[in-house]
């Protein structure tokens, strides 16, 4: 077991015949994940690795059951894509691309909701699940086990390549992930922290889960109203970065666009707080991960 | 999110039918008694800056007459607000004001929706008004499918207590403020105070607009008349920066890289991932280290745009080592990252036996990397080491150099 994605994932990736999503559709099907379509306007009849395109998804659903999208396709074109995704009854959406206008962004996330679609991103590096060798989007590139490693502990990140880093420390600490999510670092995206840790806690495979938090949003204080109510029950490991951030002048974005202390919310050493009153492990240092791990994890 | 300056976000407002006082926007005193002059007394001058709290910075102020006029523009053309130089002026009719309204429009990233939030307790920040006068405020959520509607802006002013003519006036203004929301990309509209007129009028008196920068390809009207990158930055860029912001737009096509120049520090640090650079960041303090500037790039770069960007942080005056720190990298290819920086050492001479260097990189060709950083002779680490470890070791590395020095 994980979430998001196992061994039955449907994939088709729209955008399939861009630059990026030729090469990450190379390293996926090596990894052994099984990808069954493609969509890029005007390009049916082509193929990329191998996998067939398809002008539209209308289409690509005519020859093949699928039930998961990764979306590649650039930010002008990324709304309607994702409708297309919703409109044709796709249930999970993950969205690599970047910059998409936030106006869109909420529109589409509200498409999705009322759909019952999940969508993780916009702005993800991936979801990897190594057991059932599952990768959506560029995760793990073309040297996934370096850093994910079939386990028990569930990763979710604000930040693509601390996605791997995190994944990397469980490994480290002689632990393998079930699931790692990047979640996107925008202040706007489908699946917030709390959101996949619901998904972590109905997962019989994840015994604990790391989580990657930075400054900005309320997405750590939700997820400590979250424990508080008794939402999330397994042990929750929290780092919570760029606290630096707090003595530089307000309103400044460092890192991520969400990455934004305002009106004084984000704080990191408030979220820290938060999340240590609501039973959380909250990490210090991020080497502090290495020692917590073993420590809380069931045995 | 791109800042709007005020009085380009109150062109907006007004070519949408939403009043605001007469306005000027000056850059020298005899402008200034101008244009309040054809405006006529009393006025209030303002700091046309992009930092917000102006009042609070003493850069509002009230002039009756001509002369009062000049002194104030004297006066605040000569400030730095919030790090800002203050190189232009608002001046703006004064109002008679007998209630001062407060209302925002942005986006909750929370119920991932716009939320309007307004109150009949204007003209303190809205955080005051939570903490004092909790009852005062109504936050509202707005389904954007069904779009927002004349009548719920009614509904809003209601329950905050507002009726009769005052409750007609602005009913139609905020409605109006959140179609300028949708019609711009904004991220933020706030007006605060919406004043309500001694004559029954309702007007935006102040306001603070963003717009979001990855929306400006569709909003080719706005494009010259926003503050690209004005939310990373609380001062004027400086000359470093903006070279540093060339690099970066000389080879879009690959790439991104983001340079803060930071105050003082010894420390010249470059760092893989926007996630990545606030856990280095944060670590190098922690651990005593001073970085002079904050650093990260991603997106696979080329070697050229390597080199520029280690170039121009070694180039701030002070630094007397370097640290190369980065996640594992996804796409990132090492062994361009390590040409580059290699180059940029050898280009500007530096001794390398003398100059403290870490670099922690791992990931893509990591084993050609590596065979180039120990050729070049650097301090290299791959994934034997964790990203906090590379901090300590430059740390370290540069007490020991330096000995004597309060590192």
């Keep these: 077991m994980a979430i998001l994605v196992d061994k039955n994932s449907k994939i088709v990736i729209q955008g399939i015949t861009g630059r990026e999503a030729s090469m990450v559709t190379k390293h996926a099907l090596a990894y052994g994940t099984k990808i069954l379509a493609g969509v890029t306007p005007g390009k049916e009849g082509q193929d990329v690795e191998g996998i067939p395109v398809y002008d539209t998804l209308k289409r690509a659903r005519q020859e093949r059951e699928l039930n998961i999208s990764v979306v590649y396709v650039p930010p002008a074109f990324a709304y309607d894509a994702v409708m297309e995704a919703i409109g044709n009854g796709i249930k999970l959406i993950l969205i690599i691309t970047e910059r998409i206008p936030r106006h869109d962004v909420a529109k589409f996330l509200l498409a999705a909701r009322e759909a019952n679609c999940t969508i993780v991103g916009p702005n993800s590096v991936g979801i ?20 994910f490693i079939p386990g028990e502990v569930g990763v979710i990140s604000r930040s693509g390549g601390m996605t791997a880093e995190c994944s990397w420390m ?18 706007l995206i489908g699946s917030p922290p709390k959101a996949i840790l619901s998904l972590f806690e109905k997962d019989p495979k994840t015994k604990v889960v790391v989580m990657w938090g930075e400054p900005g949003t309320s997405y750590e204080e939700d997820v400590a ?17 760029g606290r630096f951030v707090e003595q530089m002048p307000e309103g400044t974005v460092f890192g991520h666009a969400a990455s934004i202390i305002e009106g004084g919310m984000g704080r990191p050493s408030d979220k820290m707080k938060r999340l240590r009153d609501a039973g959380c492990h909250v990490a210090d240092n991020f080497n502090d991960i290495i020692q917590i791990l073993p420590q809380v994890m069931p045995k | 999110m791109a800042r709007v300056l005020e009085n380009i976000g109150k062109e907006l407002l007004r070519s949408n039918r939403i009043p605001t ?15 309040a002059d054809e405006i006529g007394y009393p006025v209030v001058i303002k700091a046309l800056v992009t930092a917000g709290k102006r009042g609070k910075a003493g850069a509002v102020k009230f002039a009756e007459n001509s002369d009062e006029v000049e002194e104030i523009a004297k006066q605040i053309l000569s400030m730095t607000v ?71 802006a009614k509904e809003i002013w209601s329950d905050l207590g507002l009726t009769g003519s005052a409750l007609q006036k602005v009913t139609p203004i905020l409605w109006r403020l959140y179609q300028v929301f949708e019609k711009y990309d904004a991220t933020i509209i706030e007006v605060n105070p919406l004043a309500m007129t001694s004559e029954g009028e309702a007007v935006a008196a102040a306001i603070l607009m963003g717009i979001d920068d990855d929306a400006l390809y569709r909003q080719p009207d706005l494009s010259d008349k926003v503050e690209m990158g004005s939310d990373r930055a609380w001062r004027p860029l400086t000359a470093l920066e903006k070279e540093m912001v060339a690099v970066d737009a000389s080879e879009s096509y690959r ?20 996630g990545g650079s606030l856990l280095v960041y944060d670590a190098l303090l922690r651990f005593g280290g001073k970085p002079a500037n904050y650093t990260e790039f991603g997106g696979n770069p080329t070697e050229t745009k ?17 640290l190369m720190d980065a996640n594992i990298t996804n796409n990132t290819q090492t062994d361009v990252v390590a040409k580059g920086m290699i180059r940029a050492f050898k280009d500007l001479g530096i001794d390398l036996k003398d100059f403290p260097i870490i670099v922690r990189l791992a990931g893509v060709n990591d084993v050609e990397a590596k ?4 050729e070049a002779g650097l301090e290299y680490y791959g994934d034997d080491i964790t990203m906090e470890d590379a901090a300590r070791l430059i740390v370290d590395k540069m007490r020991r150099a330096y000995p004597g020095e309060a590192n």
């Design chain 2, 371 to 374: 065979r180039l950083f120990s």
């Design chain 1, 170 to 187: 469980v490994k480290k600490a002689g632990f393998g992930v079930s699931t790692s999510v990047s979640i996107g670092g925008d202040p």
């Design chain 2, 82 to 152: 919030h790090n800002f130089p203050v190189e232009r002026l608002l001046v703006e009719k004064k109002l008679d004001i007998s209630q001062e309204l407060y209302v925002s429009i942005a986006f909750d990233s929370s119920k991932m929706m716009p939320i309007v939030i307004a109150s009949s307790a204007g003209g303190i920040d809205i955080e005051e008004i939570a903490r004092t006068q909790p009852e005062k405020i109504i936050k509202y959520h707005v389904n954007m499918r069904e779009g927002f509607h004349l009548y719920e």
């Design chain 1, 225 to 241: 109203d979250f424990i508080k109510e008794g939402g999330f029950t397994k042990p929750l490991i929290a780092y919570i970065a």
């Design chain 2, 21 to 35: 006082p007469d306005f000027s926007a000056v850059s020298i005193v005899k402008e200034a008694r101008k244009a």
């Design chain 1, 128 to 147: 990897i699940n190594p057991e059932d060798r599952v990768k959506l989007g560029a995760i793990g590139g073309d040297n996934v086990e370096r850093c």
């Design chain 2, 255 to 274: 790439g991104t890289a983001r340079y803060t120049e930071m105050e003082g520090g010894d420390i010249g640090f470059l760092c893989g991932g926007g």
């Design chain 2, 306 to 322: 390597v080199t520029g960007l280690v170039k121009g942080v070694l180039s701030k005056a002070g630094i007397k080592g370097f």
